[in-house]
T-cell receptor
Framework: GNSVTQMEGPVTLSEEAFLTINCTYT??????LFWYVQYPGEGLQLLLK?????DKGSNKGFEATYRKETTSFHLEKGSVQVSDSAVYFC????????????FGRGTSLIVHP | IAGITQAPTSQILAAGRRMTLRCTQD?????MYWYRQDLGLGLRLIHY???????GKGEVPDGYSVSRANTDDFPLTLASAVPSQTSVYFC?????????????FGPGTRLTVL
């Protein structure tokens, strides 16, 4: 079945540091890939997505490239801010025989001033 | 546009009691979902509905039931609550069931079962 593996957190960084959060997946077919962000006390919201291999999703300075050969969708940001502190979820859209989306367990990011 | 609303915001419930969590969306989305979020376990799908009148079981459906009488509403019922159902519950919706569809989440309901 489909699955998503994210690096465990928390990831703790100083402001303006470079961020990478790793995400790899197993899927039947050719899924779309998503990163969602959850700020404290809120629901998840879409950060970015990519719908086919080699696509790059980007938003708010975050980027992720859909790498079919390594089944990865790593999230990166060149210079994090305190306001980026949140939990980040990598997710697969429905694909193949899976009728439901699949989420990773989430990675907590803490950015210190 | 409100998006997705959930009620109540939080609730403390005695074990054995029946509870319905409400979810309403105003985006005319066909698909809706219920998740629970527990520390260290991420999001787990409880039930989903691809369109009004249909429902399906997710990863952790036991002890929960849903109905989808119309497009906008997707209530989640705990028939007889147990402490292990203490969690934060999120309702979500998407335009349809295409692989590229984004999910939109409500603000969540924090439920404590004592």
């Amino acid at each position: 079945g489909n699955s998503v593996t994210q690096m465990e957190g928390p990831v703790t960084l100083s402001e303006e540091a470079f961020l990478t959060i790793n995400c790899t997946y197993t899927a039947t077919g050719y899924p779309s890939l998503f990163w969602y962000v959850q700020y404290p006390g809120e629901g998840l919201q879409l950060l970015l997505k990519a719908t086919k291999a080699d696509d790059k999703g980007s938003n708010k300075g975050f980027e992720a490239t859909y790498r079919k050969e390594t089944t990865s969708f790593h999230l990166e940001k060149g210079s994090v801010q305190v306001s980026d502190s949140a939990v980040y979820f990598c997710a697969l859209g429905r694909s193949g025989g899976s009728y439901i989306p699949t989420f990773g367990r989430g990675t907590s990011l803490i950015v210190h001033p | 546009i409100a998006g997705i609303t959930q009620a109540p915001t939080s609730q403390i419930l005695a074990a054995g009691r029946r509870m319905t969590l409400r979810c309403t969306q105003d985006m005319r989305h066909n698909a809706m979902y219920w998740y629970r979020q527990d520390l260290g376990l991420g999001l787990r799908l409880i039930h989903y509905s691809n369109t009004a009148g249909t429902t399906g079981k997710g990863e952790v459906p036991d002890g929960y039931s849903v109905s989808r009488a119309n497009t906008d509403d997707f209530p989640l019922t705990l028939a007889s609550a147990v402490p292990s159902q203490t969690s934060v519950y999120f309702c979500a919706s998407s335009t349809g069931t295409a692989p590229t569809d984004t999910q939109y989440f409500g603000p969540g309901t924090r439920l404590t079962v004592l």
